[in-house]
């Protein structure tokens, strides 16, 4: 691993369900070809997701990487210690990590939710068991119970839609928001989303390279409008159907698979031309 200021650097962010991972199986097996030329080039890739921290340090650990990373939609960013030897304000240590955290903790997330829950028809993780959790999102029990882990936001489900307007308009009394993801809705603070950690990690590396960054994004769901709309070069994934969210961003473009096989080819198409503008 490189150390000390860096050279103009590529920064990768991605979505993970539906994006790096296919909808249905959480597989990444489309994109290993351009995850192998990320890794030998050694372009951080920065897992930008709704998934908790046991989840993408599970996932980082099936990737071969140890890289920055984004939590539930922007709440954190979390940077190993020592990483680079980049200088970092506005961080605080989180063992094994340094941390800017943007979100609110979990336990003020929940009270609000059980207010809600006296309302709306409404169920959060917290409330769900770790089989019903599994069951939702189609993920194996110890999967499901790392999912349940939560430090920031809670995901919800919605059995009558008609009542998301008002549930919007009570949680932005309080301070909240809700994003909508690939499969639940989440409960999340009003100061973050997945573009303002893009923005604060793009700022620290950039602060830490002599030329800049040139940063990227992938993503497919109506959470990772923000983080699409805060890099250099915004790849929109078709949703598991092959359709496309409704979007106008400068500069976006549209990757022609769903899933991991879309993101391989659009990470490839990428690489090659900015390896081409800098021979």
Not at 63 to 81: H, K, Q, R, S
Not at 99 to 110: H, W
Not at 229 to 251: K, N, T, W
């Given at each position: 691993?490189?150390?000390?200021?860096?050279?103009?650097?590529?920064?990768?962010?991605?979505?993970?369900?539906?994006?790096?991972?296919?909808?249905?199986?959480?597989?990444?097996?489309?994109?290993?070809?351009?995850?192998?030329?990320?890794?030998?080039?050694?372009?951080?890739?920065?897992?930008?997701?709704?998934?908790?921290?046991?989840?993408?340090?599970?996932?980082?650990?099936?990737?071969?990487?140890?890289?920055?990373?984004?939590?539930?939609?922007?709440?954190?960013?979390?940077?190993p210690?020592?990483?680079?030897?980049?200088?970092?304000?506005?961080?605080?240590?989180?063992?094994?990590?340094?941390?800017?955290?943007?979100?609110?903790?979990?336990?003020?997330?929940?009270?609000f939710?059980?207010?809600l829950?006296?309302?709306?028809?409404?169920?959060?993780?917290?409330?769900?068991?770790?089989?019903?959790?599994?069951?939702?999102?189609?993920?194996?029990?110890?999967?499901?119970?790392?999912?349940?882990?939560?430090?920031?936001?809670?995901?919800?489900?919605?059995?009558?839609?008609?009542?998301?307007?008002?549930?919007?308009?009570?949680?932005?009394?309080?301070?909240?928001?809700?994003?909508?993801?690939?499969?639940?809705?989440?409960?999340?603070?009003?100061?973050?989303?997945?573009?303002?950690a893009?923005?604060?990690?793009?700022?620290?590396?950039?602060a830490?390279?002599?030329?800049?960054?040139?940063?990227?994004?992938?993503?497919?769901?109506?959470?990772?409008?923000?983080?699409?709309?805060?890099?250099?070069?915004?790849?929109?994934?078709?949703?598991?159907?092959?359709?496309?969210?409704?979007?106008?961003?400068?500069?976006?473009?549209?990757?022609?698979?769903?899933?991991?096989?879309?993101?391989?080819?659009?990470?490839?198409?990428?690489?090659?031309?900015?390896?081409k503008?800098?021979?």
């Amino acid at each position: 691993m490189n150390t000390g200021d860096m050279k103009r650097k590529i920064l990768i962010f991605t979505d993970l369900d539906g994006s790096l991972l296919d909808h249905e199986s959480y597989s990444f097996e489309g994109a290993r070809p351009a995850l192998a030329r990320i890794k030998e080039a050694d372009i951080p890739l920065v897992l930008t997701t709704s998934k908790t921290r046991v989840e993408i340090e599970v996932l980082q650990a099936e990737l071969g990487i140890l890289e920055p990373f984004i939590t539930e939609n922007g709440a954190a960013v979390f940077f190993p210690l020592l990483y680079r030897n980049f200088r970092m304000d506005k961080a605080v240590k989180m063992s094994p990590y340094l941390a800017v955290v943007l979100g609110r903790p979990y336990e003020e997330i929940r009270r609000f939710f059980v207010v809600l829950k006296r309302r709306f028809p409404v169920q959060g993780f917290g409330d769900l068991s770790t089989e019903d959790v599994a069951r939702l999102a189609d993920l194996p029990l110890q999967k499901a119970l790392w999912a349940k882990e939560r430090d920031f936001t809670e995901p919800f489900v919605l059995d009558d839609l008609s009542c998301l307007g008002e549930i919007k308009e009570l949680a932005a009394l309080e301070g909240l928001k809700v994003a909508e993801g690939g499969r639940f809705y989440h409960l999340v603070s009003m100061d973050q989303d997945k573009g303002l950690a893009v923005r604060f990690t793009t700022d620290i590396f950039s602060a830490n390279c002599t030329e800049g960054v040139v940063s990227v994004a992938l993503g497919d769901s109506p959470n990772d409008l923000p983080m699409l709309a805060s890099v250099d070069i915004p790849i929109l994934i078709p949703q598991s159907g092959g359709h496309y969210l409704d979007i106008q961003i400068p500069r976006l473009r549209r990757a022609g698979s769903p899933g991991s096989r879309g993101w391989n080819e659009s990470v490839e198409r990428v690489l090659d031309e900015l390896q081409k503008n800098t021979d």
